[in-house]
Nanobody
Framework: QAQLVESGGGLVQAGGSLTLSCAASARTFFSKAMGWFRQAPGKEREFVAA????????NYADSVKGRFTISRDNAKNTVYLQMNSLKPEDTALYYC??????????????????WGQGTQVTVSS
């Protein structure tokens, strides 16, 4: 059964850092690209970052480039999102997702087959 469990969210001041983790079942994780999305209240879910199965290819939303870094540990079936220089506009529920393929794609929701329940990130000004 596919399973993705996010952790690491919390409350942080603007300018601070957080690292999100997403632990996946082996079946969900193996050979798949992984991504992070976020959804703020009243807004649509939006793409944040994605990483290929090999780790050699990444894709970032323009709003987080240079501040966020996605990485993965294939031995632990875990993907991470290091978030630095956080801004109040980064406040959202952050979701981990497993792609349908091994490549990060274009950041479209329909490129992803499995989703976690989300972890809340709140950035205070």
């Amino acid at each position: 059964q596919a399973q993705l469990v996010e952790s690491g969210g919390g409350l942080v001041q603007a300018g601070g850092s957080l690292t999100l983790s997403c632990a996946a079942s082996a079946r969900t994780f193996f050979s798949k690209a992984m991504g992070w999305f976020r959804q703020a209240p009243g807004k649509e879910r939006e793409f944040v970052a994605a990483l290929s199965w090999s780790g050699g290819s990444t894709n970032y939303a323009d709003s987080v480039k240079g501040r966020f870094t996605i990485s993965r540990d294939n031995a632990k079936n875990t993907v991470y999102l290091q978030m630095n220089s956080l801004k109040p506009e980064d406040t959202a529920l952050y979701y981990c997702a497993a792609a349908r393929s091994s490549q990060p794609g274009m950041g479209r929701i329909n490129e992803y087959a499995y989703w976690g329940q989300g972890t809340q990130v709140t950035v205070s000004s």
